[in-house]
């Protein structure tokens, strides 16, 4: 069903929306000047004295075109909606070898044929133009490849189409007959609208996907559409209007010099254009990268981050034949802290003891939030002691006892936090470093808390000593 459809874009959504009244009113023409023959009213399907007019077998067509489009959309009447397609191909395949044999079989499948052959002995213009019949002939295929659902194919034959009806316009708007031979304005422009409501099925395909895309591609492009549709009929206007107060040569080297002035600016316009989006997708993957590499709340580094920066570090390490030293810290008894004064008081808790641990160490140093109320930081410079790492820890466990929460520490004490602390000389990787220190996290929260634990570095590697 056609108006089931799931919009995952605005634009696709409109276009989808939009395809049944185009339909509707290249019906309602059709129909309209079928009448206006039977009714002898002239002025509708000749809208201008003596201008094209249009045939009663173009709007015959528009009608049993538009009706099997309504039966596919309604997903009934697969038989007749295939029987009218196959009508109106084989009309206009027969009008287009009419032009090419030079005979006028098509005559056989017009409708007031007295009329029309009233017209054409006066003078006036009134036959389906090669120009109309190819128009229909690819609109029709196109719909017939979309109910084959190909989309791909139905587009490219309804853009084909769509050349024909704007030939038709570029002529009128210019004054040059030759453009649009016996294709009245009118006949273009419902066919124009006949055409881009096929096409409407297609949007979800090809180029028309890419076109309507809500991203920078698609909005870059649809600029790009613009522009490079307006500098080309402004140069043929030029060019066309030139070469009737001016010789031919004259004409052609202004319309050489504006050429390449307007392509100039078409470039130049799209550079900039291009560059803006650019820049706002620029800035969108920082973003992305940022958020994907930092706890919010903290604004640390979050755990992956620390892992695979982590392991780089220590890579970098055992290249140089030195070691790093690692810390984990645990806020003590930090439940207490959501329990009592709620999870707000808490998430400013955790803000606090990050800005002071990150503000203990180097810019170059590696500190993230890995858990709840756990942090981690990897000192990176490879000449730390293990004198040098307690200095460190013990500064870190100190500043947080001088943490202000408002609503716990003047009520229930101070912050306070345990840390253990160990090298990476027996640990080729973060997740094996950080195990270490929690052994020694471990045994330093056994021991009243508060404070700070360091693995001993023994010659041997068979004995750990804590201090």
Not at 51 to 78: D, R, S
Not at 162 to 190: R, W
Not at 409 to 429: E, F, N, W, Y
């Amino acid at each position: 069903m056609l108006f089931n459809f799931k919009p995952s874009w605005s634009h696709v959504a409109i276009i989808k929306a939009v395809s049944i009244p185009l339909g509707t009113v290249a019906a309602v023409f059709g129909l309209l000047v079928l009448l206006s023959y039977y009714l002898k009213l002239e002025f509708i399907y000749r809208p201008l004295v003596n201008g094209p007019a249009t045939n009663p077998l173009t709007a015959l067509c528009f009608f049993l075109l538009v009706y099997a489009i309504f039966t596919n959309a309604i997903g009934k009447n697969f038989l007749i909606q295939k029987l009218l397609v196959i009508v109106v191909i084989t009309i206009t395949g027969v009008r287009i070898l009419d032009a090419y044999f030079d005979t006028h079989v098509y005559y056989v499948f017009t409708p007031f044929q007295h009329m029309v052959q009233l017209d054409l002995e006066s003078g006036k213009q009134n036959a389906m133009g090669v120009n109309t019949a190819i128009k229909l002939f690819f609109a029709t295929l196109s719909f017939f490849f979309h109910t084959l659902e190909r989309p791909l194919i139905a587009q490219t034959l309804g853009f084909a189409a769509l050349f024909f009806p704007t030939m038709t316009f570029v002529g009128v708007a210019y004054g040059e007959s030759v453009f649009y031979g016996q294709m009245s304005l009118i006949t273009a422009t419902i066919g124009y609208t006949l055409v881009l409501g096929i096409l409407a099925f297609t949007v979800e395909s090809g180029l028309l996907r890419a076109l309507l895309s809500p991203h920078i591609g698609g909005k870059f492009s649809r600029y790009q559409v613009v522009i490079g549709i307006s500098i080309p009929v402004f140069l043929g206007y030029l060019f066309i209007k030139t070469i009737q107060v001016s010789d031919i040569q004259n004409a052609f080297g202004l319309f050489v010099i504006t050429l390449c002035w307007l392509i100039f600016l078409l470039v130049g316009i799209s550079a900039i254009y291009h560059e803006k989006l650019d820049h706002e997708r620029r800035n969108m993957e920082k973003e992305l990268i940022e958020a994907a590499n930092v706890d919010p709340l903290t604004q640390l580094y979050n755990r992956r981050k620390f892992f695979k920066d982590g392991n780089r570090e220590i890579k970098r390490s055992y290249r140089s034949k030195k070691f790093l030293w690692l810390m984990m810290i645990d806020i003590d008894y930090f439940k207490k802290v959501n329990d009592i004064a709620g999870h707000d008081t808490g998430d400013k808790a955790l803000a606090a003891v990050a800005k002071a641990i990150k503000s203990s160490v180097r810019e170059t140093d590696l500190v993230a939030r890995i858990g709840g109320e756990e942090f981690a930081i990897l000192l990176t410079d490879t000449d730390y002691t293990r004198d040098a790492a307690h200095r460190v820890a013990v500064s870190i466990r100190q500043i947080v006892e001088k943490i202000y929460i408002p609503g716990w520490t003047a009520k229930h004490g101070p912050l306070t936090v345990s840390i253990g602390v160990t090298s990476t000389r027996t640990a080729s990787t973060i997740e094996q470093a950080l195990k270490n220190a929690d052994k020694s996290l471990y045994h330093a929260k056994n021991d009243e808390r508060n404070k700070v634990m360091v693995e001993e570095l023994d010659t041997d590697f068979n004995k750990h000593g804590f201090v």
